[in-house]
Every structure is written in C-alpha cells, then in structure tokens.
C-alpha cells in the first residue's frame, strides 16, 4: 500500500495510511516483519536516490566497521583477512546540509512507528514505548559480490526493539545482482527472502528473533537503516553501561595505585 497519493489531507489517504498501520501491526505479531512497498512514491524515492549518490560520490562513507577488531596498522585494508563485511556507511541525522530528503524520510518512518506503538489492539507492539532511535544509517554495498554475514542487530539487549530499512535500488533483479536480505534461516522458522526493491520499508524485531544476512551483491545496493529504541530496555541498558564504566574505572584505579610509576 503506498503512501505515495496520500494527501493525507483527503479522507481517504487517513483510511489508507490506518489500513498501512494495521497491516504492520498484523505482520510484526504474525511473522516478526513486515514489509511496505511503494512506501513514498517515485518522486520521493528518487529525491532520497539521488542525495545518497551525491553523498556517496563526496566520499561521505566509510567502509562498515569489521566484526573481528580492526588492525590500526597503515596496511590494515589490505591486510584485514577474509572481509566480515562489504558494505561502506554513514550517518546522518537529517538536518546536516544536503541531507533534507534523508531526513523526510525518517520523519515519515518516525510517524508510522509511533502510530503503531500507540494504536489499540496493536499486540507485541504494545509492550514497548518507542520514544527515540538512532540516527539514519546510510549504506553503500559496492557490488562485486560484497555481503554481509549472518548475525542479529541486538543480541544483548542494547534497547533497539525494531530494525526500519529503507531501500533504494531501482529495477533490482536479485536473480542478476543478488543482494538479498535473508531472514531467519535458522532451522525451524520460516525464511523471509526480501530483494532490497526501490521505495521498499521493511520493518522486523532487532533482537534474536530476527538472524540475518545479505547476500553477496554484484550491483550497487544503497539501504537506510534507523533502529527505534524501547525506553524501558535502552534505560537498563545504559544503566548496566554507566555501572560496568565504574567498575572498570575503580579497577583500573586500583591497578595505578598498585604499580610502580612507569613514567619515570
Ligand atoms: C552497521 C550494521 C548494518 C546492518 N545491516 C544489515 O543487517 C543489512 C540489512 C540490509 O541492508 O538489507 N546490521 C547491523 C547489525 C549493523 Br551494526
Ligand atoms: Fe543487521
């Protein structure tokens, strides 16, 4: 259902866009995802392209931070061993200069979220309150078959309770480019297949519910990333970090005191 023609100001887009929102609803506590196509519509979706590019083209992104830690080394890039990731990213909040369309959409992905949050009958969507997210991650997969391996965004409780992607690849074939993002492929769950279609939101639980990879892609594969937080879960989570950092500070504190003073 696109949002696209809503005018939001006519009757009619306010039922479409209840229809949207019941339909994630429905999918999230059904399946654990949901996916939305034609999500802003052709001339959104290309203002959104066409700025990624730009920002791509000055250099704005870095390559994807690896799993295994990075050697600091000047060689590091060429020396980093079998690569864990392809993918090159930046972040952008959305009122940085040349970044207003990256912003609308995170607006518009705000406004959908905290609508289903806060509808009735709206089941595991319901347990949380969703008052914040992350910046916009902005991600390049160059091609030439880069990937990125299986793994959850938050295995650890880190407070983020829904992953948004939005993507931006017009005419994606994925029997061509590959590229897909592949959910759930551990035994005994229902796989999700999702080819990273222009004008594509796809919302699914961050935590272990949710595995996933994408696979190698041989085209350029732009995707946008915000993860939402549940207050309740991000404020023990900073909570267990401020209280680890004490320990570590007290420590190592102790530890100074116990050597002998190496700077002399
Ligand atoms: C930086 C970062 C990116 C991603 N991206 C994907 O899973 C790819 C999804 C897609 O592009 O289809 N996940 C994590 C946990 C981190 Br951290
Ligand atoms: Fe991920």
Redesign the pocket.
């Known amino acids: 259902i696109g949002l696209a023609d809503a005018s939001f100001m006519g009757s009619g887009s306010e039922r479409r866009y209840e229809d949207l929102c019941r339909n994630i609803i429905n999918d999230m506590n059904q399946y654990g995802l949901s996916v939305v196509d034609d999500f802003l519509g052709m001339e959104k979706g290309l203002k959104i392209l066409n700025e990624v590019r730009s920002m791509y083209n000055a250099g704005a992104f870095q390559d994807?931070?690896v799993a295994s830690n990075m050697r600091t080394d000047a060689q590091s890039s060429t020396v980093r061993g079998d690569k864990i990731r392809g993918?090159k990213?930046t972040w952008v909040g959305g009122n940085e200069p040349g970044c207003s369309n990256v912003g609308y959409l995170t607006n518009q992905i705000d406004s959908v979220v905290y609508r289903v949050n806060t509808m009735k009958d709206n089941g595991i969507l319901g347990n949380y309150h969703i008052r914040e997210r992350t910046r916009a991650?902005v991600?390049c997969y160059p091609g030439s078959g880069t990937h990125?391996v299986m793994?959850v965004?938050n295995p650890n409780k880190d407070g983020r309770v829904i992953t948004a992607?939005y993507y931006l690849n017009i005419d994606w074939d994925a029997k061509e480019s590959g590229g897909i993002?592949r959910i759930r492929p551990t035994p005994g769950t229902t796989m999700a297949d999702?080819e990273?279609k222009f004008d594509r939101l796809i919302f699914f639980w961050s935590d272990i519910r949710n595995p996933?990879e994408?696979q190698p892609a041989h085209r350029t594969r732009y995707?946008i990333?915000v993860w939402y937080f549940d207050a309740k879960e991000r404020e023990e989570a900073l909570n267990r970090a401020k209280l680890e950092t004490s320990k570590t500070n007290n420590a190592s504190a102790i530890a100074q005191q116990a050597e002998p003073d190496s700077t002399t």
């Open positions: 994807g931070q993918d990213i991650m991600a990125y793994h965004d992607i993002l999702v990273p996933h994408v995707a990333t």
